[in-house]
C-alpha cells in the first residue's frame, strides 16, 4: 500500500503557541489529502479536506482561522494549530489518497502515524 | 447521510479463540466502499480491506475473513484463531463511490476495542 508520514510524531507546546504539522505522501502524488482529529477512546472527526492548489475543504464547526492548512505541493500538507490552547491537546492524523490508483483503489485512504499534541 | 455502527465497543478473548466484529452502515448511495482499518496502540491506522458495493464475494486473508451481505447491510470482520497481536482498535468506514479525483469522504464507526490475551 501507499505511505504516508507525518512529523512531528509528538509535540509539547507552552499555550498561545503555534505548532505545525507535516504530511508527506512518499511513494505516491496525493492531489487530495484529509486532517483528522481523535480524541482518547472515539473514533476519528475528520476536519477538512486538502486539495493541492487551492483552499481546503473544512468540515461544519472547524474554525479555519485556528486550523489552518496549506497544500502546496501533491506530496505534502501542513497543519498549523495556531495560538494553541490545552483544549486543542488530541491526537491528529492525516491521510492521502493515491489518484492514479485503479479498481477502486484510489477510493482508499492511507493513513500517516499521527502526532500526539500536548498543550500546556 | 452515511452512518456507520459498530455495536460492540469491547470485546476479550484468549489467544486462539476466534472473534467476529460487527459492522452495519446505512448509505442511501448505490454505488459505496466499505473499508476496515486496524488501529494498534501505536495510533497509526492500518487499512485492512475495502469492498466495492458491487462485489459481495467474501474474502479470507490469512486469518482475516470478511462477510459482506448487502441485504443487511453489514460487513463483519472475523479473525480466525486470534492472537495477542491482533490486540487493537478496529474501525469500519464507508464512502461513497465517485469519480476518480473528486473527493470522497470516510464515515467510520466508533470502532471495536479487541483485546487478546495469551
Known amino acids: 500500500g501507499a505511505v504516508v508520514s507525518q512529523h512531528p510524531s509528538w509535540v509539547i507546546c507552552k499555550s498561545g503557541t503555534s505548532v505545525k504539522i507535516e504530511c508527506r505522501s512518499l511513494?505516491?502524488?496525493?492531489?487530495?489529502m484529509f486532517w483528522y482529529r481523535q480524541f482518547p477512546k472515539q473514533s476519528l472527526m475528520l476536519m477538512a479536506t486538502s486539495n493541492e492548489g487551492s483552499k481546503a475543504t473544512y468540515e461544519q464547526g472547524v474554525e479555519k482561522d485556528k486550523f489552518l492548512i496549506n497544500h502546496a505541493s501533491l506530496t505534502l500538507s501542513t497543519l498549523t494549530v495556531t495560538s494553541a490552547h490545552p483544549e486543542d491537546s488530541s491526537f491528529y492524523i492525516c491521510?492521502?489518497?493515491?489518484?492514479?490508483?485503479?479498481?477502486?483503489?484510489?477510493?482508499?485512504?492511507?493513513f500517516g502515524p499521527g502526532t500526539r499534541l500536548l498543550v500546556l | 447521510a452515511q452512518k456507520v455502527t459498530q455495536a460492540q465497543t469491547e470485546i476479550s478473548v484468549v489467544e486462539k479463540e476466534d472473534v467476529t466484529l460487527d459492522c452495519v452502515y446505512e448509505t442511501r448511495d448505490t454505488t459505496y466502499y466499505l473499508f476496515w482499518y486496524k488501529q494498534p496502540p501505536s495510533g497509526e491506522l492500518v487499512f485492512l480491506i475495502r469492498r466495492n458495493s458491487f462485489d459481495e464475494q467474501n474474502e479470507i486473508s490469512g486469518r482475516y475473513s470478511w462477510n459482506f451481505q448487502k441485504s443487511t447491510s453489514s460487513f463483519n470482520f472475523t479473525i480466525t484463531a486470534s492472537q495477542v497481536v491482533d490486540s487493537a482498535v478496529y474501525f469500519c468506514?464507508?464512502?461513497?463511490?465517485?469519480?476518480?479525483?473528486?473527493?470522497?469522504?470516510?464515515?467510520f464507526g466508533k470502532g471495536i476495542t479487541l483485546s487478546v490475551r495469551p
Open positions: 468506514a464507508l464512502s461513497e463511490a465517485r469519480r476518480s479525483g473528486a473527493n470522497s469522504k470516510l464515515t
Open positions: 491521510s492521502a489518497r493515491d489518484p492514479t490508483s485503479t479498481r477502486g483503489r484510489q477510493e482508499t485512504q492511507y
Open positions: 511513494d505516491f502524488q496525493a492531489t487530495t
